[in-house]
DNA sequence: CTGTATCCACGTCGATACTG
DNA sequence: CAGTATCGACGTGGATACAG
Protein backbone atom coordinates (compact mmCIF):
# COMPACT_ATOMS: atom_id res chain seq x y z
CA UNK A 1 0.00 0.00 0.00
CA UNK A 2 2.82 2.63 -0.97
CA UNK A 3 0.78 5.94 -1.02
CA UNK A 4 2.78 7.51 -3.75
CA UNK A 5 0.52 6.90 -6.59
CA UNK A 6 -2.09 9.28 -5.65
CA UNK A 7 -1.68 12.63 -7.59
CA UNK A 8 -0.50 16.04 -6.72
CA UNK A 9 -0.41 16.21 -2.27
CA UNK A 10 -0.58 12.66 -0.87
CA UNK A 11 -1.87 13.98 2.48
CA UNK A 12 -4.37 15.89 0.61
CA UNK A 13 -5.86 13.13 -1.10
CA UNK A 14 -5.55 10.93 1.88
CA UNK A 15 -8.13 13.80 3.83
CA UNK A 16 -10.25 13.73 1.10
CA UNK A 17 -10.81 10.43 1.04
CA UNK A 18 -11.08 10.28 5.09
CA UNK A 19 -13.92 13.28 4.36
CA UNK A 20 -15.61 11.04 1.42
CA UNK A 21 -15.46 8.18 3.80
CA UNK A 22 -17.36 10.06 6.33
CA UNK A 23 -19.83 11.76 3.95
CA UNK A 24 -20.85 8.02 2.75
CA UNK A 25 -21.52 7.15 6.17
CA UNK A 26 -24.51 5.44 6.96
CA UNK A 27 -25.55 7.85 9.56
CA UNK A 28 -22.70 10.66 9.67
CA UNK A 29 -24.37 12.91 6.98
CA UNK A 30 -27.71 12.75 8.66
CA UNK A 31 -26.95 13.66 12.68
CA UNK A 32 -25.05 16.52 11.35
CA UNK A 33 -27.69 17.58 9.28
CA UNK A 34 -29.79 17.42 12.26
CA UNK A 35 -27.85 19.03 14.06
CA UNK A 36 -27.43 21.59 12.12
CA UNK A 37 -30.89 22.93 13.39
CA UNK A 38 -29.76 23.21 16.83
CA UNK A 39 -28.29 20.95 19.66
CA UNK A 40 -30.02 18.00 20.64
CA UNK A 41 -29.70 15.32 23.57
CA UNK A 42 -29.25 11.86 22.72
CA UNK A 43 -32.17 10.62 22.83
CA UNK A 44 -33.52 13.42 20.48
CA UNK A 45 -31.28 11.94 17.78
CA UNK A 46 -32.63 8.81 18.23
CA UNK A 47 -36.26 9.52 17.97
CA UNK A 48 -35.55 11.68 15.27
CA UNK A 49 -33.48 8.82 13.08
CA UNK A 50 -35.29 6.02 14.51
CA UNK A 51 -33.89 3.61 11.71
CA UNK A 52 -30.58 3.81 14.29
CA UNK A 53 -29.57 1.52 16.46
CA UNK A 54 -28.22 2.75 19.81
CA UNK A 55 -25.06 1.00 19.45
CA UNK A 56 -24.77 2.74 15.88
CA UNK A 57 -25.78 6.62 16.83
CA UNK A 58 -22.65 6.61 19.85
CA UNK A 59 -20.25 4.99 17.16
CA UNK A 60 -21.49 8.03 15.19
CA UNK A 61 -21.42 10.63 17.81
CA UNK A 62 -17.60 9.38 18.75
CA UNK A 63 -16.66 9.78 15.23
CA UNK A 64 -17.92 12.95 15.05
CA UNK A 65 -16.66 14.05 18.16
CA UNK A 66 -13.13 13.02 17.50
CA UNK A 67 -12.71 14.86 13.91
CA UNK A 68 -13.76 18.07 15.69
CA UNK A 69 -17.79 18.20 14.10
CA UNK A 70 -19.40 18.00 17.31
CA UNK A 71 -19.15 18.70 20.95
CA UNK A 72 -20.48 16.60 23.60
CA UNK A 73 -21.57 18.28 26.78
CA UNK A 74 -22.78 16.27 29.57
CA UNK A 75 -24.52 17.49 32.58
CA UNK A 76 -23.70 15.70 35.88
CA UNK A 77 -27.76 15.12 36.81
CA UNK A 78 -29.99 12.14 37.51
CA UNK A 79 -30.89 11.40 35.07
CA UNK A 80 -28.07 12.21 33.16
CA UNK A 81 -28.34 14.35 30.17
CA UNK A 82 -25.92 15.02 27.48
CA UNK A 83 -26.29 17.75 24.38
CA UNK A 84 -24.63 17.08 21.18
CA UNK A 85 -23.85 20.09 19.16
CA UNK A 86 -21.77 21.20 15.99
CA UNK A 87 -18.65 23.02 16.36
CA UNK A 88 -17.83 26.07 13.98
CA UNK A 89 -16.17 23.19 11.62
CA UNK A 90 -19.08 20.74 11.55
CA UNK A 91 -21.13 24.00 10.22
CA UNK A 92 -18.59 24.74 7.47
CA UNK A 93 -19.15 21.36 6.35
CA UNK A 94 -22.55 21.55 5.71
CA UNK A 95 -22.46 23.69 2.92
CA UNK A 96 -20.54 21.42 0.51
CA UNK A 97 -22.82 18.31 1.65
CA UNK A 98 -26.00 20.15 0.75
CA UNK A 99 -23.92 21.01 -2.48
CA UNK A 100 -23.99 17.45 -2.88
CA UNK A 101 -27.45 16.34 -1.82
CA UNK A 102 -28.61 19.40 -4.38
CA UNK A 103 -26.72 17.47 -6.98
CA UNK A 104 -28.62 14.28 -5.85
CA UNK A 105 -31.86 16.04 -5.97
CA UNK A 106 -31.47 17.18 -9.43
CA UNK A 107 -30.12 14.72 -10.67
CA UNK A 108 -32.41 11.88 -9.24
CA UNK A 109 -34.62 11.19 -12.23
CA UNK A 110 -31.42 11.43 -14.58
CA UNK A 111 -29.66 8.73 -12.83
CA UNK A 112 -32.99 6.37 -12.08
CA UNK A 113 -33.46 6.30 -15.88
CA UNK A 114 -29.91 5.47 -16.52
CA UNK A 115 -30.38 2.28 -14.12
CA UNK A 116 -33.91 1.20 -15.50
CA UNK A 117 -32.13 1.61 -19.16
CA UNK A 118 -28.98 -0.81 -17.62
CA UNK A 119 -30.93 -2.92 -16.16
CA UNK A 120 -33.40 -3.13 -19.12
CA UNK A 121 -30.44 -4.50 -21.15
CA UNK A 122 -28.89 -6.70 -19.07
CA UNK A 123 -31.89 -8.56 -18.30
CA UNK A 124 -32.19 -8.96 -22.32
CA UNK A 125 -28.99 -10.24 -22.47
CA UNK A 126 -29.28 -12.50 -19.49
CA UNK A 127 -32.80 -14.36 -20.88
CA UNK A 128 -31.24 -14.06 -24.24
CA UNK A 129 -28.52 -16.20 -22.89
CA UNK A 130 -31.44 -18.66 -22.31
CA UNK A 131 -31.04 -18.00 -18.30
CA UNK A 132 -33.93 -15.64 -17.28
CA UNK A 133 -33.34 -15.78 -13.95
CA UNK A 134 -36.12 -14.32 -10.90
CA UNK B 1 -37.05 -0.79 7.29
CA UNK B 2 -40.06 2.02 7.07
CA UNK B 3 -38.43 4.88 5.08
CA UNK B 4 -41.11 7.50 6.07
CA UNK B 5 -38.99 9.04 9.54
CA UNK B 6 -36.79 11.39 7.00
CA UNK B 7 -37.34 14.90 6.67
CA UNK B 8 -38.87 16.23 3.94
CA UNK B 9 -39.49 14.19 0.29
CA UNK B 10 -38.52 10.60 1.18
CA UNK B 11 -37.44 9.96 -2.50
CA UNK B 12 -35.22 13.22 -2.13
CA UNK B 13 -33.34 11.93 0.88
CA UNK B 14 -33.15 8.30 -0.58
CA UNK B 15 -31.51 10.08 -3.70
CA UNK B 16 -29.33 11.62 -1.26
CA UNK B 17 -28.40 8.69 0.67
CA UNK B 18 -27.38 7.09 -2.48
CA UNK B 19 -25.29 9.35 -4.04
CA UNK B 20 -23.50 10.22 -0.99
CA UNK B 21 -23.01 6.18 -0.54
CA UNK B 22 -21.07 6.34 -4.27
CA UNK B 23 -19.16 9.35 -3.07
CA UNK B 24 -18.14 7.30 -0.13
CA UNK B 25 -17.10 4.74 -2.09
CA UNK B 26 -13.14 4.22 -2.28
CA UNK B 27 -12.72 4.13 -5.63
CA UNK B 28 -15.33 5.64 -7.86
CA UNK B 29 -14.89 9.07 -7.14
CA UNK B 30 -11.25 8.71 -7.98
CA UNK B 31 -12.31 7.08 -11.20
CA UNK B 32 -14.51 9.55 -11.91
CA UNK B 33 -11.89 12.69 -11.33
CA UNK B 34 -9.09 10.37 -13.19
CA UNK B 35 -11.66 10.75 -16.16
CA UNK B 36 -12.61 14.20 -16.00
CA UNK B 37 -9.95 14.65 -17.45
CA UNK B 38 -10.23 12.46 -20.71
CA UNK B 39 -11.00 8.93 -22.10
CA UNK B 40 -9.34 6.60 -20.90
CA UNK B 41 -9.00 2.33 -21.57
CA UNK B 42 -9.48 -0.17 -18.32
CA UNK B 43 -5.70 -1.04 -18.62
CA UNK B 44 -4.69 3.00 -17.90
CA UNK B 45 -6.83 3.47 -15.33
CA UNK B 46 -5.84 0.16 -13.39
CA UNK B 47 -1.80 1.65 -14.03
CA UNK B 48 -3.53 4.91 -12.79
CA UNK B 49 -4.80 3.67 -9.56
CA UNK B 50 -2.24 0.86 -8.59
CA UNK B 51 -3.99 0.34 -5.55
CA UNK B 52 -6.71 -1.38 -7.47
CA UNK B 53 -7.56 -4.92 -8.55
CA UNK B 54 -9.30 -5.95 -11.29
CA UNK B 55 -12.43 -6.98 -9.96
CA UNK B 56 -12.37 -3.53 -7.93
CA UNK B 57 -11.75 -1.86 -11.30
CA UNK B 58 -14.57 -3.54 -13.20
CA UNK B 59 -17.58 -3.38 -10.04
CA UNK B 60 -16.65 0.71 -9.96
CA UNK B 61 -16.79 0.79 -14.02
CA UNK B 62 -20.12 -1.38 -13.85
CA UNK B 63 -21.21 0.78 -10.99
CA UNK B 64 -20.25 4.36 -13.02
CA UNK B 65 -21.52 2.98 -16.24
CA UNK B 66 -24.88 2.03 -14.28
CA UNK B 67 -25.53 5.37 -12.88
CA UNK B 68 -25.50 7.45 -16.23
CA UNK B 69 -22.07 8.36 -14.85
CA UNK B 70 -19.43 7.43 -17.64
CA UNK B 71 -19.53 5.29 -20.75
CA UNK B 72 -18.48 2.20 -21.74
CA UNK B 73 -17.34 1.57 -25.71
CA UNK B 74 -15.80 -1.52 -27.08
CA UNK B 75 -14.22 -1.75 -29.82
CA UNK B 76 -14.17 -5.04 -31.49
CA UNK B 77 -10.58 -5.40 -32.42
CA UNK B 78 -8.36 -7.98 -31.65
CA UNK B 79 -6.77 -7.63 -28.76
CA UNK B 80 -10.03 -5.70 -27.32
CA UNK B 81 -10.21 -2.39 -26.87
CA UNK B 82 -12.60 -0.48 -24.31
CA UNK B 83 -12.54 3.38 -23.63
CA UNK B 84 -14.37 4.66 -20.42
CA UNK B 85 -15.47 8.43 -20.60
CA UNK B 86 -17.46 10.50 -18.54
CA UNK B 87 -20.75 11.15 -19.45
CA UNK B 88 -22.19 14.95 -19.08
CA UNK B 89 -23.84 13.67 -16.02
CA UNK B 90 -20.37 12.70 -14.83
CA UNK B 91 -19.12 15.64 -15.50
CA UNK B 92 -21.63 17.93 -13.48
CA UNK B 93 -20.84 15.69 -10.14
CA UNK B 94 -17.02 16.75 -10.20
CA UNK B 95 -18.01 20.28 -9.08
CA UNK B 96 -19.36 19.30 -5.58
CA UNK B 97 -17.32 16.39 -5.60
CA UNK B 98 -14.59 19.21 -5.91
CA UNK B 99 -16.15 21.41 -3.89
CA UNK B 100 -16.36 18.49 -0.53
CA UNK B 101 -12.52 17.59 -1.26
CA UNK B 102 -11.27 21.56 -1.15
CA UNK B 103 -13.10 21.11 2.27
CA UNK B 104 -11.06 18.40 3.34
CA UNK B 105 -7.95 20.30 2.18
CA UNK B 106 -8.56 23.49 4.30
CA UNK B 107 -9.61 21.40 7.16
CA UNK B 108 -7.44 18.91 7.38
CA UNK B 109 -4.94 20.03 9.65
CA UNK B 110 -8.11 21.28 12.20
CA UNK B 111 -9.33 17.82 11.52
CA UNK B 112 -6.07 16.35 12.60
CA UNK B 113 -5.53 18.38 15.22
CA UNK B 114 -8.93 17.38 16.97
CA UNK B 115 -7.96 13.84 16.74
CA UNK B 116 -4.69 14.20 18.26
CA UNK B 117 -6.81 15.60 20.98
CA UNK B 118 -9.51 13.32 21.63
CA UNK B 119 -7.10 10.39 20.89
CA UNK B 120 -4.74 11.63 23.70
CA UNK B 121 -7.70 12.07 26.22
CA UNK B 122 -8.77 8.55 25.51
CA UNK B 123 -5.40 7.26 26.15
CA UNK B 124 -4.82 9.29 29.40
CA UNK B 125 -8.22 8.18 30.18
CA UNK B 126 -7.33 4.22 29.67
CA UNK B 127 -4.36 4.66 31.89
CA UNK B 128 -6.14 6.22 34.31
CA UNK B 129 -8.20 3.79 34.98
CA UNK B 130 -4.86 1.19 35.04
CA UNK B 131 -5.61 -0.75 32.30
CA UNK B 132 -2.61 1.04 29.61
CA UNK B 133 -3.08 -1.00 26.74
CA UNK B 134 -0.56 -0.68 23.60
C1' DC C 1 -31.04 8.64 30.27
C1' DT C 2 -26.82 7.47 28.15
C1' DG C 3 -24.19 4.62 27.20
C1' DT C 4 -20.96 -0.21 26.92
C1' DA C 5 -20.34 -5.22 25.74
C1' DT C 6 -21.23 -9.18 23.12
C1' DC C 7 -22.64 -11.84 19.41
C1' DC C 8 -23.80 -12.65 14.72
C1' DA C 9 -25.39 -11.90 9.87
C1' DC C 10 -24.20 -9.56 5.98
C1' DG C 11 -21.86 -7.12 2.45
C1' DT C 12 -17.51 -5.62 0.65
C1' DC C 13 -12.99 -6.20 -0.90
C1' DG C 14 -8.63 -8.50 -2.38
C1' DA C 15 -6.15 -12.51 -4.30
C1' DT C 16 -6.10 -15.86 -7.51
C1' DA C 17 -7.21 -18.44 -11.44
C1' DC C 18 -9.43 -18.80 -15.68
C1' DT C 19 -11.82 -17.10 -20.48
C1' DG C 20 -12.77 -14.85 -25.11
C1' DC D 1 -6.53 -6.69 -23.34
C1' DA D 2 -10.54 -6.87 -20.73
C1' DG D 3 -12.87 -9.08 -18.27
C1' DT D 4 -15.55 -13.25 -15.15
C1' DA D 5 -15.67 -16.77 -11.27
C1' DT D 6 -14.69 -18.23 -6.90
C1' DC D 7 -13.14 -18.04 -2.28
C1' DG D 8 -11.80 -16.31 2.10
C1' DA D 9 -10.70 -12.37 5.23
C1' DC D 10 -12.40 -8.44 7.07
C1' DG D 11 -15.27 -4.55 8.51
C1' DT D 12 -19.79 -2.80 9.42
C1' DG D 13 -24.17 -2.72 11.33
C1' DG D 14 -28.15 -4.58 14.05
C1' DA D 15 -30.16 -7.02 18.16
C1' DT D 16 -29.82 -7.82 22.67
C1' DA D 17 -28.42 -7.54 27.32
C1' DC D 18 -26.36 -5.09 30.88
C1' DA D 19 -24.27 -0.86 33.66
C1' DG D 20 -23.48 3.87 35.69
Redesign the interface.
Known amino acids: ?SPR?IRH?E??CL???????????KWS?LVVSLLGEGPLRFTELKR????ISQRMLTLTLRGL????LVTRTVFPTIPPRVDYALTP?GQ??Q???R???????T??E??Q???D???GKDAKKRTARGAARQ
Do not use: Q
Open positions: MHTSGAAREVLKLVGDVSIEGERDGLTLEPVALSAWAEHREIAARRFD
